[in-house]
């Protein structure tokens, strides 16, 4: 399954023309058809540049965003990454395509079901999808060598900058739901934590426990 050509080819120069310019990073979403992370009523729009609606009230975010937070994280082919808020999957899709393994968590067991089902129909095999509160990380796992949260935190969290390697990077939204979330890059140095400032985003929150939907 592939991005169609002429879907192709709008999508790259969109993705382009917003800020994304790492030619890994763009090649990685150039494998990623995106159309099979959105509900059907959305397939037209799945190669615009924009963020839509998936179930459990959640959202998949905006390719560029996508594409700059992942350039940001700077994903080598030996790195563990921990992703937390899996939603459709899409962005540990394109993880996938550049990390040796991704762990990716979410709180509603229904979308990383979903999620857990057209990863594997893409054969992405060093995927694995878990249900559960990923503002705990994964301890048994731990050290990551990069770790992204999709879902925006109020403050830094320490139980995950805990999980994340000496030389590791940590890429995240901060600040509450209802205004402007700043995009945090945190660097984890041997002296300390570096941090930038990227840009201003929308996430949803980050939500202790997991869901007691389905
Ligand atoms: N990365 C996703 C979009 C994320 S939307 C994609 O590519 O489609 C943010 C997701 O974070 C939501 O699905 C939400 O349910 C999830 N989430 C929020 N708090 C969480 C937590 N504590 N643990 C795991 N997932 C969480």
Redesign the pocket.
Known sequence: MEIPAKQKMRFMSGLRSNGVTDQRVLTAMEKVPRAL?VQRTFRDCAYADMALP?N?G????QPSI?GKMTSALNVGPRDKVL??????????AVLAHLARRVYT????RR?ARAARRVIDGLSLVNVIVMT????RGLPDQAPFDRILL??AAEDLPATLLAQLRVGGIMVLPVGQTDTVQRLLRVEKTKNGLEYRELESVR??????GV?QDI
Not at 203 to 208: A, K, Q, R
């Open positions: 992370f998936i459990s959640q959202t998949i975010s996508v992703e937390v808020g899996t939603g459709s999957g899409y962005q540990a968590i979410e709180r509603h979308l559960g509160d990923g503002s999709t879902a996430f949803v929150p980050l939500v202790e869901a």
